[in-house]
């Protein structure tokens, strides 16, 4: 084993024991994990700690209409959901059917179908139609889908924002794959795009920070509009 896969295993022993001290068991949580697993779909899931960092920024900031672009098997969703209160929202925007079917029968599960509104299609037809529905400004919108539409997304975030609005952007290092420009990684290209995007917009100000997890070598950015 090289020196790397020995950091990466204790880094993954680390993130088991925080999961264990500050998420703990959590039925429906795990549920949504064992479905994705199930049913073959990757395991693009944020990790239990970042979860439940989607959820503590939600509360600090008394979050109560959150935008997710792009849903999976709905475990982030869930964790926001959790952070809304019962007269909260949020909408998911999720392109496979499959994702969808599985994400709205999780988040039944846990409680939360009356909160959660999973839209099906590519994110960039409905995020017109959400406007059109007048259900901006989000407090919260979290960027998790394609990332070759990233740039897209972030205008659309500002789009469906006001003063305060936070927009998280996740997967944005891709293991350092962001440094290199002539990358033929269509995520690595999308995550440098993003942030690129985020540091040209006037209308933000945001950070990026680092992380090494379960998931390995990535981040995330954090933007709150002005
Ligand atoms: N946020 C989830 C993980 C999302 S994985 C979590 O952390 O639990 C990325 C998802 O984006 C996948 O389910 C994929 O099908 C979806 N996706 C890909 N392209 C999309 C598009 N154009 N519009 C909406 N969703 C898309
Ligand atoms: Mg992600």
Redesign the pocket.
């Known amino acids: 084993m090289s020196d790397v896969d020995d950091v990466l295993t204790a880094i993954a022993g680390v993130d088991n024991f925080l999961k264990d001290l500050f998420v703990g068991d959590d039925e429906d949580l795990q549920s949504?994990l064992d479905r994705?697993d199930e049913n073959g779909?990757?395991p693009?899931?944020?990790s239990a700690t970042?979860?439940k960092l989607l959820y503590l920024l939600a509360k600090l900031m008394n979050a109560r209409n959150i935008l997710?672009?792009?849903?999976?098997?709905?475990?982030?969703?869930i964790?926001m959901a959790r952070a809304v209160g019962s007269s909260g929202r949020v909408v998911?925007?999720?392109?496979?059917p499959k994702?969808a079917e599985i994400a709205n029968s999780s988040i039944a599960r846990a409680g939360l179908a009356d909160i959660v509104d999973v839209r099906t299609?590519?994110?960039?037809?409905?995020l017109p139609k959400i406007k059109e529905e007048g259900l901006a400004p989000f407090d919260l919108v979290?960027i998790?889908?394609?990332k070759e539409?990233n740039v897209e997304y972030i205008s659309w975030a500002v789009e469906l924002s006001r003063p305060g609005t936070v927009v998280i952007v996740?997967n944005i290092i891709w293991s350092g794959g962001i440094l290199d420009e002539g990358s033929s990684d269509a995520n690595a290209i999308g995550a440098r795009a993003a942030l690129l995007a985020l540091s040209a917009e006037d209308r933000l100000e945001t950070t990026v920070l680092q992380t090494v997890c379960i998931k390995g070598w990535d981040g995330f950015a954090l933007a709150v509009v002005k």
Do not use: M, R
Request: glycine share 14%; net charge negative.
């Open positions: 949504a994705i779909f990757s693009a899931s944020v970042q979860g997710e672009i792009g849903t999976l098997g709905g475990y982030s969703t964790w998911t925007l999720e392109y496979e994702h299609g590519a994110a960039l037809e409905s979290f998790d889908a394609d539409n996740d």
